[in-house]
């Protein structure tokens, strides 16, 4: 499947059809997941399916994924990273999606441990958009290397309220990644920065394995201070 090409043309669907997706097709969905790579390998994650979340911001849909961790450091980076790659092989599939992040769900009792919510299904808008709708910021202010092809991919990547959180730091052979702090009042409701820090290296990964680059993160936090900014890592 062609992740990489999703990213241009994916957006956030919010009208659904009523009808769930086939058996066949959540089979499907199962595999793919199977087959996604993992940002950090030794942080567990789960996922079970759902069909009725609630929450402020909720999206209808006929069925949810929700994904969940032990409380463990790295799972919300680590969901971003994997189910990205899930929202990507949807729009692929012409199956929209939505990151849901304060939805709950309904069906099930014990849900401390749940990270983020996914809506997906057929939808009664369009899936994909041209890449003049994107909605970001100009791409000068979330790095100092603006015709990085990976960095250019992860300027799309969708957020939380849309902030765009990351900062990309290119020097010598490394990228330094930041973190941005926000500021009230969407600090005090917004607290997934971490997702989608995840969310933005999964298109960074994709761009590189499609440009023939290896992609390598790890997850530091002794890098020079970039004021406004938290360190979150260095691709190499
Ligand atoms: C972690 C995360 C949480 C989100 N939570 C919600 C939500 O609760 N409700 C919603 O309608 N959209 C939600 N979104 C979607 C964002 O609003 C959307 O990605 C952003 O506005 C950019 O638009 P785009 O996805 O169409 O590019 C969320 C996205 C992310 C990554």
């Not at 790295?74 to 729009?91: A, K, R, S």
């Not at 692929?92 to 069906?107: F, P, R, Y």
Request: overall charge neutral; charged content about 25%; aromatic content about 10%.
């Amino acid at each position: 499947m062609d992740l990489y090409h999703s990213i241009a043309q994916r957006k956030s669907c919010r009208k659904y059809e009523t009808q769930p997706l086939e058996h066949s097709i959540i089979n499907e969905i199962e595999d793919a997941i199977k087959g996604f790579d993992v940002l950090c390998p030794s942080v567990p994650l789960e996922y079970r399916f759902s069909k009725k979340t609630k929450g402020r911001f909720n999206a209808e849909a006929p069925q949810y994924l929700v994904i969940s961790g032990q409380g463990k450091a790295g799972e919300m980076e680590n969901t971003g990273f994997l189910f990205e790659q899930l929202v990507l092989w949807l729009d692929a599939m012409e199956i929209g999606s939505v990151w849901l992040g304060s939805s709950k769900d309904l069906e099930t009792q014990n849900t401390e441990k749940d990270i983020i919510t996914l809506a997906f299904g057929r939808t009664t808008e369009q899936v994909h958009r041209t890449k003049d709708k994107f909605v970001r910021k100009p791409i000068g202010k979330i790095t100092n290397a603006p015709d990085d092809v990976c960095i250019q991919a992860a300027h799309l990547a969708p957020s939380g309220v849309n902030t765009q959180p990351w900062y990309f730091e290119k020097k010598g052979g490394k990228v330094m990644v930041y973190e941005q702090k926000l500021k009230p009042p969407v600090s005090l409701m917004y607290k997934l920065s971490d997702i989608d820090m995840g969310i933005a290296l999964c298109h960074y990964a994709l761009a590189c394995k499609e440009t023939g680059k290896p992609f390598q993160f790890s997850r530091v936090t002794e890098m020079p201070a970039k004021p406004g900014y938290l360190p979150f890592g260095i691709i190499e």
